[in-house]
Structure formats: C-alpha cells, structure tokens
Antibody
Framework: EVQLLESGGGLVQPGGSLRLSCVAS????????MSWVRQAPGKGLEWVSS????????YYADSVRGRFTISRDNSRDTLYLQMNSLRADDTAVYFC?????????????????WGQGTLVTVSS | QSALTQPASVSGSPGQSLTISCTGT?????????VSWYQQHPGKAPKLMIY???KRPSGISNRFSGSKSGNTASLTISGLQAEDEADYYC????????????FGGGTKLTVL
C-alpha cells in the first residue's frame, strides 16, 4: 500500500523558515517524480514545486521561486521542502504527492497518491 | 483567482447524472489534452479520478467519465451516490511560465 507521511509543519513568524518532510512507503520511491501541492484554509489547490525521480530537475511556482527548495533523498525514501522567507500567504496545508507513471520525467503532472498534509501557519 | 474556472457548487439526487465544467484558455486545457480531475472529501487528501482528459486510474468507478471540447473540460458522474458528495478540482498542464500545472477553484457537489 502506497503511503506518504508529511511532517514538519507548524506555526512560524513572517520571515521565518521551516523544512517539511514526506516519508514514502509501499512503492519504489526512487522511480517516481514527486511534488508539493498546497491548500490555503477553505481554498483550492495550488501547485508549489516538483522534482524528477533522480532529483536532477526541479521546478517551482513563481509564488515560491527563490524562497522554497525541493529536494529528495532516495536512500531514505524522503521528499523535502525547505521554506525560507515565509509570508502570511504561505499559510496552507502542504501535501506531498506522487506522480502517476504515465509521464515520468516530464512536466505533465498527474498526482495519483497524496499524503494527508501538514499545516503551515505563518503569523506573528 | 484560479487559472481554471469551475462552478462553485452543483447538486443532484441519488441515481441522477451530473456534469461539472472546467473552463480554461488556449494556454492550458484548450491547447493541450493533459486534463485531470480530483475528488476531495472534507479533511482528506485529494484523489485522482480522471487523467489525460478521459482515462480512469485503476480502481476508479466507471460512473466517472471525462471529456473536453475547446476550452472546456467536463467531469460527468452517473448514478450519483451519497459518497460522491465532495469537492472536485480540475487541473491542466499549462504553457505559462508562472507554474507547470493549474487547478480550478473547485466545485462542491451536494447529493440531495
């Protein structure tokens, strides 16, 4: 059974930093592209960042580019999101998501498994 | 403001068929056939229901079907069931430089 377990969320002041982690199990993590998708309270879904299976290619939404860094450790089956210079509008539940294999190593993203999410609240 | 436009809410009775629309532009779903739909129950993670406009992942009921015409994609749910009550989000590849994938604002489906 595919499982994705996020952690690392919490309350942080504007300008602060957090690192999110997502531990994967039930599939060969190193073979799949992964993403972070967020959802502000009561709002819709917003793609944040993606990384190819090898970790060699990373992509970001304009809203987080230069502030967030996605990475992965395939030896630990873990995906990360380092978030710096956090702002109030970064407040959201952050989901890690596994890409469907239909378009591996491409910029066509279908998310076939999701974690339960971790809440990040940016407030003074 | 979301890049793709969905109705805020739709409703139907058990057993009925219902369609949720998703409108974009030529830069996203109008120009490409990389459209997907997600179902999200309150407090839960989204679930992939449709990809490549009309393909169903394994395990997804054939009561769910997808289509596209021009700049509008549609999700049709036939034989509505109480468990279908959820939020539904469309998504599309985009040629925008600001992001790689765009979502609709979501549609709340109520089963009467």
């Amino acid at each position: 059974e595919v499982q994705l377990l996020e952690s690392g969320g919490g309350l942080v002041q504007p300008g602060g930093s957090l690192r999110l982690s997502c531990v994967a199990s039930g599939f060969t993590f190193s073979s799949y592209d992964m993403s972070w998708v967020r959802q502000a309270p009561g709002k819709g879904l917003e793609w944040v960042s993606s990384i190819y299976s090898s970790g060699g290619n990373t992509y970001y939404a304009d809203s987080v580019r230069g502030r967030f860094t996605i990475s992965r450790d395939n030896s630990r089956d873990t995906l990360y999101l380092q978030m710096n210079s956090l702002r109030a509008d970064d407040t959201a539940v952050y989901f890690c998501a596994k890409h469907h294999s239909a378009y591996s190593n491409s910029r066509i993203y279908y998310f076939d498994y999701w974690g339960q999410g971790t809440l990040v609240t940016v407030s003074s | 403001q979301s890049a793709l436009t969905q109705p805020a809410s739709v409703s139907g009775s058990p057993g009925q068929s219902l369609t949720i629309s998703c409108t974009g532009t030529s830069s996203d779903l109008g120009g490409y056939s990389y459209v997907s739909w997600y179902q999200q129950h309150p407090g839960k993670a989204p679930k992939l229901m449709i990809y490549d406009v009309s393909k169903r992942p394994s395990g997804i009921s054939n009561r769910f079907s997808g289509s596209k015409s021009g700049n509008t994609a549609s999700l049709t749910i036939s034989g509505l069931q109480a468990e279908d009550e959820a939020d539904y989000y469309c998504s599309s590849y985009t040629s925008s430089s600001a992001f790689d994938v765009v979502f609709g604002g979501g549609t709340k489906l109520t089963v009467l």
